[in-house]
């Protein structure tokens, strides 16, 4: 199976919002991170609570996933997303769907060229849960950036 499972993360809970997401490219480390910032139910920061997220690598489709549950709000549209990602080395094109009667999101970044990934997460008090998330070339992936 070419695909690659990389975090996962369950909580049992209240729902959760997406406030923001961000991305920065390091030229000398090849690295693009993405943090994806998020909230509790009334898009406060969630502090040190952080929904169900799982994000996942389909190498095969040269995509990687992003699946929010008991996701109750959005201050993040594809528009802004496209808009975020459109001088990203690694992310051709971006997807978001939220399914308002599910309270689920999927953030789809199709991407340019085969990549690795890793997927961490930030708790802090009174700031947002933070999912992160690292693109580095893949090690037979061939082309300058």
């Known amino acids: 199976m070419e695909s690659q499972l990389a975090a996962t993360r369950f909580l049992a ?3 959760v919002s997406l406030l923001g997401v961000r991305r920065s490219f390091s030229k000398t480390a090849q690295l693009e991170r993405i943090v994806v910032d998020m909230g509790d139910h009334d898009a406060h920061p969630a502090g040190k609570k952080m929904g169900y997220f799982q994000a996942s ?3 095969k489709a040269k995509r990687v996933v992003v699946d929010l549950t008991q996701l109750h709000l959005s201050l993040m549209t594809e528009d802004k997303l496209k808009e975020i990602f459109s001088r990203s ?3 051709a094109s971006v997807e978001f769907t939220m399914d308002p009667e599910d309270k689920t999101g999927s ?3 199709n991407l340019r ?3 690795k990934m890793e997927v961490f997460e930030l708790l802090k008090a009174k700031r947002p849960a933070r999912v992160v998330i690292d693109l580095k070339p893949a090690a037979n992936s061939t082309g300058r950036i």
Do not use: K, N, T, W
Request: proline fraction near 13%; aromatic fraction near 6%.
């Open 13 to 15: 809970g209240g729902a």
């Open 57 to 59: 690598l389909d190498s």
């Open 89 to 91: 080395p690694y992310v």
């Open 107 to 109: 953030l789809v970044l």
């Open 113 to 115: 060229r085969p990549v």
